[in-house]
């Protein structure tokens, strides 16, 4: 089993950043790509957006709403992911969770979500 933990949320003011972290634990010997989710208000699980994904070689993808004012990085020797995102606003507003995928397979596995509100 992998654990996530989340951290780094909160509310922030239009224009603000914030960075999330996410440390993950437990069977991770093959720990291929981590990265970033967000479900929007009112939207469902399988409705989760992809915002950003590095893979353990370092490749990065990002999303089209996000490219630009957001970086992901990634400290293999902690098992630990950042999300910097700036110049946020309220379309930015969701629940972000943390991914990891996993061995042969690359078998997903989630962190509990942090929410993000980005209001005056």
């Known amino acids: 089993q992998v654990q996530l933990v989340e951290s780094g949320g909160g509310l922030v003011q239009p224009g603000g950043s914030l960075r999330l972290s996410c440390v993950a634990s437990?069977?991770?010997?093959?720990?291929?790509?981590m990265g970033w989710y967000r479900q929007a208000p009112g939207n469902q699980r399988d409705q989760r957006e992809l915002?950003?994904?590095?893979?353990?070689?370092?490749?990065?993808n990002y999303a089209d709403s996000v490219k630009g004012r957001s970086t992901i990085s990634r400290d293999n020797a902690k098992n630990t992911v950042y999300l910097q995102m700036n110049s946020l606003s309220p379309e930015d507003t969701a629940v972000y969770y943390c991914?990891?995928?996993?061995?042969?397979?690359?078998?997903?596995?989630w962190g509990q979500g942090t929410q993000v509100t980005v209001s005056s």
């Open positions: 437990g069977s991770i010997f093959r720990l291929y790509a």
């Open positions: 915002v950003a994904r590095i893979t353990n070689s370092g490749s990065t």
């Open positions: 991914n990891a995928q996993v061995g042969i397979k690359h078998s997903d596995y």
